[in-house]
């Protein structure tokens, strides 16, 4: 029966049916929510990166008219255990994060004490009453004096600032790599990047005493694990609290972890018998929200003369700052650049190393590609700077090396399995979107007309909708692998289908009603999404990984073909025909062959309200739920190319195309991935170019608002070309592939190499991100002297 039906929603370019309420301003955000009886918390956070707290003098803020408490770490510390992110991960050391400082603070904008008044003006003005006496302690900023024996210490029960190391090794990689006829490396260095979502930080805690019931509104993309977070460090039971994340505006991995303010209005919710919110501005987002990146690799590649990858090695340092995100932990970020530096490419011979150092900055955490930004940074950096050595074209040397089509699946040097994927496919169709060809012999002309043009290209591979077989981070002891889906038909025949998922800008109540309506047989208009909401779920998680459409969209079709079949059944009974003569589609049910059929609105009311006249087997409500687990995941892939020009006097980097060949497998909205394209290339732009939060060498934020950091505008921002190549996953219900990081991925490679390029004739290797127009400036000038 099924195979005659052909999918008319999923692959097509349905627009997006969450946007009319969130474009016409009637979208429910956190701070949407005010409760009769609110009140709300201001936080006065540490101005020292490391000091001791030596008294805390709340007397002038409780005394302010309006103001309703004043609390401290130690006041609250009964009130809720500190977070303490654990990994089974060998040589990892946990540090545990305080809701509020005690006994000393760690980076500028830690919680000292919370202030909750009627308005947020009175706590903010009542926060600055607060006098706190600290003893400053030496500070190491630079992770590299941090992880000297001689630095000194934030956790002095950890007795090292270093809190994690891993390798990673194949093959014998010292003697493939002495036996190289080639060797290139360098020191790398990737900068130190915020989150920057358009919403900041928002929760409002509500506790209902009658009912003992704790209500949490979170501007968060993992509403299950924060109501797992909360049962743990609360002492309450899962089923008398509820985590809701109606709507989100952006959370690109900054809110995918548990943070002290979430836990904090929580407890004073509990304990004031009142709603408490709490919203961040933007200067408490850059201090204080998890941030990306910062690592400094040394690597090196060794090669063959015909350009033949022989062995890669990597030694890893990961600035993970005073704390150990949770739940994801300190090693989310560095131990993901290792594992995926590898990339698309065959390599015989690996090792890689690396370390997380604990510096007085703000928590490093996942940010969207979460280490193979970096990781993509090192390898293709690497790959052009072999190609130029040997003389060979970039493109030439990356088909050359890329896993090929009969090796799948490919077990990478850190252990990761590509199952299958279009290497080869989106590095070509990238060439032939550009006619590779003509724009070098363009670049040529414009060279000899005095213009500095460059041509870059970065290909990458990742794991995405990961399954429970692989922690989402290393020796995480959470489940991250699965994904659960309940669809239900009402007596007027419309479909309800809840997830777990938590949608945060990728359209998600788009695409999963496409996959559901296509396995149901249903109308897009007649099913509504339930996400972002724990009540009724036994357990979930939330949005992170590139899961959503792989884990939810395999749920989906799970349920749908499970209620589909009842539906199915039910109607054989009505029409008095055999099950396998009836065809499901557009919302109604027929009989082949015939113009005899029933709309679902018509078995639905059958089934309810003639409950007593449906035969026994059929006596069953029109609802199912089905959990899926991809076990390992699948992996996407992409080749990108970016052609910049430099400008020589101001060195200001214009982008003057950029070209994605991208393979997710299956593409469920055509419309919606561009987007999610468009969206990462332009964070990636920011990395490469612009973004930077500088710290002074003790752990001062220097770049603490967006007059000094600065992020791309529109103008900064190329059109860009986006071909999707279908190769869909063996390993996923509906062949779908993660895709949702993939333009942070590629994007600062693929920049870094072509302002590289831009710069050969001057003998320039760009090393280190973003590079911004005083780095190019001094580059330049180095090289000059040097002729």
């Not at 799948?408 to 290497?423: K, L, M, V």
Request: proline share 6%; hydrophobic share 45%.
């Amino acid at each position: 029966m099924r195979e005659e039906l052909r999918p008319k929603l999923v692959g097509a370019r349905v627009k997006r049916v969450e946007d009319p309420r969130l474009l016409t301003g009637q979208g429910s955000f956190a701070d949407d929510y005010r409760p009769a009886g609110m009140v709300h918390v201001a936080l006065l956070r540490s101005a020292y990166p490391h000091a001791r707290l030596l008294r805390i003098d709340t007397a002038a803020a409780r005394s302010m008219a309006g103001v309703v408490a004043v609390f401290t770490g130690d006041e609250l510390a009964e009130a809720a255990r500190p977070m303490v992110a654990t990994s089974k991960m060998k040589d990892y050391r946990a540090t545990a994060m305080p809701m509020l400082a005690r006994g000393k603070v760690r980076y500028v904008g830690e919680p000292v004490a919370a202030v909750v008044a009627a308005s947020r003006y009175i706590a903010e003005d009542a926060a600055r009453r607060i006098n706190v006496d600290y003893a400053p302690l030496p500070a190491a900023s630079d992770p590299l004096r941090a992880a000297e024996a001689s630095a000194p210490l934030l956790h002095e029960e950890v007795r090292s600032n270093i809190v994690l190391s891993r390798e990673f090794a194949r093959g014998d990689a010292a003697a493939a790599m002495a036996a190289a006829p080639l060797r290139v490396g360098a020191r790398f260095r990737f900068r130190r990047k915020a989150v920057l979502a358009l919403e900041n930080r928002c929760y409002l805690g509500d506790y209902h005493r009658g009912r003992r019931e704790l209500t949490l509104y979170s501007a968060t993309q993992v509403p299950g694990i924060v109501r797992d977070a909360l049962s743990e460090l609360m002492a309450m039971p899962e089923h008398l609290i509820r985590v809701v994340a109606a709507d989100v505006g952006g959370g690109f991995g900054g809110k995918a972890s548990v943070y002290p303010e979430e836990l904090l209005v929580a407890v004073l919710a509990r304990r004031l018998g009142r709603p408490v919110k709490y919203a961040s501005d933007r200067l408490e987002d850059l201090l204080s929200t998890s941030q990306a990146f910062d690592e400094i690799v040394d690597a090196e590649l060794g090669v063959a003369n015909d350009g033949t990858i022989a062995a890669l090695t990597a030694e890893v340092v990961g600035d993970v700052g005073a704390y150990s995100i949770y739940p994801w932990t300190a090693a989310l970020e560095p131990v993901q650049v290792v594992s995926f530096l590898p990339g698309p490419y065959r390599m015989p011979n690996y090792r890689g190393r690396v370390r997380g150092v604990a510096t007085p900055k703000a928590p490093l955490g996942p940010y969207r590609g979460v280490g193979r930004p970096v990781a993509a940074f090192v390898m293709e950096r690497l790959i052009d700077m072999a190609a130029r050595r040997l003389g060979i074209d970039p493109l030439a040397m990356r088909r050359q090396n890329f896993v090929a089509a009969e090796e799948f699946p490919y077990r990478t040097g850190s252990g990761i399995i590509w199952d299958r994927a279009g290497f080869a496919e989106c590095l070509t169709a990238v060439r032939v979107a550009l006619d590779y060809d003509a724009l070098r012999r363009w670049q040529k002309e414009a060279r000899a007309a005095g213009r500095w043009i460059g041509i870059g290209f970065a290909s990458y591979a990742e794991l995405t909708g990961i399954g429970s077989k692989i922690p989402a981070a290393p020796g995480m002891p959470v489940n991250t692998g699965t994904e659960t889906a309940t669809l239900r038909i009402d007596p007027s025949g419309s479909v309800t289908a809840i997830f777990g998922v938590a949608s945060h800008g990728q359209g998600l109540e788009t695409t999963l009603a496409q996959v559901v309506a296509d396995e149901l047989g249903v109308r897009l208009e007649d099913v509504r999404i339930v996400q972002g909401d724990t009540a009724g779920r036994a357990y979930t998680t939330g949005t992170y990984a590139s899961r959503s459409a792989v884990l939810a969209g395999g749920a989906g079709k799970l349920a749908a073909a499970a209620l589909r079949e009842k539906v199915l059944r039910a109607a054989a009974h009505l029409l008095e025909a055999h099950v396998d003569d009836l065809v499901a589609e557009g919302s109604r049910v027929a009989i082949r062959g015939t113009d005899r059929s029933l709309s679902f609105r018509e078995i639905a009311r059958s089934v309810y309200l003639q409950f007593g006249r449906m035969p026994p087997e059929l006596q069953e409500e029109l609802e199912a739920t089905k959990l899926y687990d991809p076990q390992f995941g699948t992996t996407s892939s992409a080749t990108h190319a970016a052609v910049v020009e430099i400008d020589p006097e101001t060195f200001d980097v214009r982008v003057l195309r950029y070209v994605v060949a991208e393979d997710c497998g299956r593409v469920i909205n055509p419309m919606i991935v561009d987007g999610q394209v468009h969206g990462g290339v332009a964070q990636g732009i920011g990395a490469a170019l612009l973004e930077e939060l500088v710290y002074d060498g003790e752990g001062q934020l220097l770049s603490g608002s967006l007059m000094d950091y600065l992020v791309p505008s529109a103008a900064e921002i190329p059109p860009m070309e986006v071909i999707h190549i279908e190769a869909e996953s063996p390993t996923t219900l509906g062949g779908f592939r993660g895709m949702g990081e993939g333009g942070t991925i590629g994007a600062p490679a693929a920049i870094a190499n072509a302002v590289t390029d831009a710069l050969a004739p001057l003998g320039i290797e760009v090393t280190e991100l973003p590079v911004t127009p005083e780095r190019l400036y001094r580059l330049v000038e180095a090289a000059r002297r040097k002729e």
